[in-house]
């Protein structure tokens, strides 16, 4: 089981993301637009700067929403291999066996 803290501070992080999202992508249009003049796109860059770094999409970390391990995600099913693995075994996930040979 992951840390309550480590936990908590990525959710922090997604509910940031959510907020700044659209004030991020306006600034980055201005960025990357060639016909906007030199000092709209520097100023647009600095604006960018002063952004909170944890409002960036690039720093969630994805989580396990059993154990909130964050190594080994699945993205498909939102979990680690090993809450999966203990799932499957008890008969928790439809479709899913164990191999052996």
Known sequence: ????????????????????????????????????????????????????RNGSKTRIRNRCGVTGRPRAYYRKLGMSRVALRELGLSGDVPGLVKSSW
């Not at 309550?4 to 960025?31: C, H, P, T, W």
């Not at 060639?34 to 796109?41: F, H, L, T, Y």
């Open 1 to 52: 089981m992951a840390k309550k803290s480590a936990i908590e501070k990525n959710k922090r992080r997604r509910g940031m993301v959510d907020r700044f999202a659209a004030k991020r992508a306006a600034l980055n249009a201005i960025i990357r637009d060639k016909n906007a003049s030199p000092e709209d796109r520097f100023n647009a860059t600095l604006k960018l700067a002063e952004l909170p």
